[in-house]
């Protein structure tokens, strides 16, 4: 009965190194990832500017802008890559895009992306999809935004649009769905800049909000 039990007993702990020393030799550590833009090209400055513009930090889901990649294998099922994770909020890497790329268009007289209050206008938005969406057997990264310009004075909406992209993915993994999404969020952001600055530049109502920023006109 002795040996018995002590043949047991050294077969449990034999078992239990094994599965502690096979446990240690399988740690699986999160990568992580981040939106790769091209730094934008300076616009000639217009004619006339309307101003200073704060762009601030962007809304978000708190399931899209956690730190785990989202992925939707159905329309109502949401699934998280859990060893692939932003290294940055998308909230935060957006929202500096979006600030680059309203600075290179020479919109506004100053350009932060920081919430200030001594500018004139406030951009700000929300990012509605940041995703890998699977439909059967294609794959696509989807980004959705939404934004919309205040003046800070009268709290009056002078501009607001939305943005959907959906980029078909040929590289089918982890880093291909990155760079899908990183297009994906460029075409979004540029197209909203797009039509920001279409509308500014129809928009008589825009009063000339600093006179030693402007020129031409309206500038009096």
Same mark, same amino acid.
């Given at each position: %009965?002795?040996?018995?039990?002590?043949?047991?007993?050294?077969?449990?702990?034999?078992?239990?190194?094994?599965?502690? %020393?096979?446990?240690?030799?399988?740690?699986?550590?999160?990568?992580? +990832?981040?939106?790769?833009?091209?730094?934008?090209? !300076?616009?000639?400055?217009?004619?006339?500017?309307?101003?200073?513009?704060?762009?601030? =930090?962007?809304?978000?889901?708190?399931?899209?802008?956690?730190?785990?990649?989202? +992925?939707?294998?159905?329309?109502? =099922?949401?699934?998280?890559?859990? +060893?692939?994770? /932003?290294?940055?909020?998308?909230?935060? %890497?957006?929202?500096? +895009?979006?600030?680059?790329?309203? *600075?290179?268009?020479?919109?506004?007289? &100053?350009?932060?992306?920081?919430?200030?209050?001594? $500018?004139?206008?406030?951009?700000?938005?929300?990012?509605? *999809?940041? =995703? =890998?969406?699977?439909?059967?057997?294609?794959?696509?990264?989807?980004?959705?935004?939404?934004? !919309?310009?205040?003046? *800070? *004075?009268?709290? $009056?909406?002078? /501009?607001?649009?939305?943005?959907?992209?959906?980029?078909?993915? #040929? !590289?089918?993994?982890?880093?291909?769905?990155?760079?899908?999404?990183?297009?994906?969020? @460029?075409? &979004?952001?540029?197209?909203?800049?797009?039509? %920001? #600055?279409? #509308?500014?530049?129809?928009?008589?109502?825009?009063?000339?909000?600093? !006179? @030693?920023?402007?020129?031409?006109?309206?500038?009096?």
């Amino acid at each position: %009965m002795t040996n018995n039990r002590e043949g047991a007993l050294r077969a449990a702990f034999a078992l239990f190194g094994a599965l502690v %020393m096979g446990g240690c030799g399988s740690v699986h550590y999160p990568a992580h +990832y981040t939106l790769n833009f091209e730094p934008s090209v !300076q616009a000639s400055a217009p004619a006339r500017s309307i101003g200073t513009v704060a762009v601030v =930090e962007l809304g978000c889901p708190d399931y899209l802008c956690a730190d785990r990649i989202v +992925y939707r294998p159905t329309p109502t =099922e949401v699934g998280f890559y859990e +060893y692939h994770r /932003w290294a940055v909020s998308p909230r935060e %890497m957006i929202a500096h +895009y979006l600030a680059d790329r309203v *600075r290179s268009r020479s919109l506004f007289a &100053s350009v932060t992306d920081a919430d200030s209050h001594a $500018t004139d206008f406030v951009l700000n938005g929300t990012i509605d *999809r940041l =995703e =890998e969406v699977d439909e059967g057997r294609r794959v696509a990264a989807v980004c959705a935004l939404s934004a !919309q310009l205040r003046d *800070r *004075r009268t709290g $009056t909406v002078v /501009w607001s649009s939305t943005s959907t992209e959906r980029v078909a993915l #040929e !590289q089918r993994d982890v880093a291909g769905l990155v760079n899908g999404l990183t297009t994906a969020v @460029r075409n &979004s952001v540029d197209r909203l800049v797009a039509d %920001m #600055e279409l #509308e500014l530049g129809r928009s008589a109502a825009l009063p000339c909000v600093d !006179q @030693r920023t402007c020129v031409g006109a309206h500038a009096r």
